[in-house]
């Protein structure tokens, strides 16, 4: 049986509106240090490394909008699933150029593929999503496609 | 540091981490990460049924971009980059990182990498391609 339905196809090709983020030496610096860097690029803020990009993505929401296991809710992307427990599935990037204290990137977020496949205990739905990660006179920065697993 | 000429089945060298709650703590604060599974023990095992608070799949993905980029030392650039978590990490675990050259085409390098816990299980698996910089 599967769990791969019209409604799920249809979703593929959402966005969201882009967002605009500012990269500042004070949270690179953070960063560095609680990740275990030991480069002085990274340690003095100057260059952000690549991962950094996942901290971006962290929306900021008022305290009384978290779920009960903390997380932030999902955003408008993840379409109405099935299957309801969500694994993180990995990421794929491609690094157009470095990214600096001071930088201002655009992400934008979309929907751009869900196939089905058979587990040992079922159905996995993998959804996969592009963020790309633009300046704002539309240079490519970082493209990235970072995959969800439903089971 | 890398050596002068670059063949296939070159390790880079490793490092072993051993995330304690600090750093995970400070990690999840830099991130403004506020999932309970990094922080809030009772949580994560009455609620989510793990033994211990989970060691971030994006940190550890992260530890295998550092392996690259002091392998590199400044004579090349990372150009793609792929992770994907295979099992959970946990708080307690000793997990280091691998990595190996899987093939020189020119100034374009390919590489394995893989973080393995105590136990010789992989948690995360990556690979990564660089361009070394002609200079070197």
Redesign the interface.
Known sequence: MTVLTEELKNHVGAELPPFEFEISRG?LK??A???????ER?LSGDEA???YL??AM?P?VPLDR?LP????PDSGLMPPLPLNRIM????????HR?VYAGDTLVCRQKFVEVFEKTGAEGPLLFLVFENRFETRDGEPVVTERLTRIAR | MMKKRIEAGEKLTGRT?HADTV?LF??N?????????HY?LP?TQE??GHPQLLID???Q???L??MV??WLGGNG?????????RRAAYVGDVLSTTGEVTGVDGDIVTLDLRIINQRGEATTVGSATVVIEPSR
């Open positions: 949270d953070k960063y240090v609680a990740t275990g860097q030991r480069l990274y490394p690549l991962l996942f901290a962290m900021v978290l296991d903390g997380r932030q993180a599935g990995g990421s794929e990037y491609q690094i470095k | 981490w750093q400070l990690y604060a830099a991130i403004w990460n506020p999932h309970r599974i809030d949580y609620a989510e799949g994006p940190l993905g992260d530890w971009t550092q980029y002091e650039t990372l150009t793609a980059f792929a992770y994907s978590n």
